[in-house]
């Protein structure tokens, strides 16, 4: 990753020494030297990510790897009063990555250092608690039928029940 460029909506910094991502590996960057763990790479000063909302975006070789820009409004997880939130362990790739009903607060038995932080560095996330509903049924209303072709976007409106939560008051 060496040359390419971190950023948030307050700064950037560009990686000045060789760091490798192994396939399925995991490395950590860090504000700070001394975060409460052993980061792979420091981008101290250069900027600091929000609590309240920022994105995070990787540059490499002038293209963007990828953007995360996350918020503490729903859909993303509420106040976490500097604790940190996780992404789910199923849904780690550059698109899932930018919805907030993919990521939770931070599991409260994945500490780590001697403040108490909450997170997994340089290691898998834990899962995201989630729940699942039955669909009791589903009706397409509008349009009764379709003749579009191939590769063509169409709206289509349609209602769905699911017991507990569909109905609730």
Known sequence: LVGCILADGGGTHT??????VAPGGYITLAASATPGFTPDYSYEGAFQLTNSG????LTC???VVDVVAYDDASPW???TNGSAISLDSDRQTTDANDFGVNWCQA???DTYGTDGNLGTPGAANTDCTTTTYTIGWCNTQWPTSISAAEG???TIYSRIYI???TDAT
């Open 15 to 20: 990686i000045t020494s060789s760091l490798v």
């Open 54 to 57: 920022d994105s995070v975006s």
């Open 61 to 63: 070789d002038g293209a």
């Open 77 to 79: 997880p509420g106040s």
């Open 107 to 109: 599991d409260s038995a």
């Open 152 to 154: 063509t976007t169409e």
């Open 163 to 165: 017991a507990g939560l």
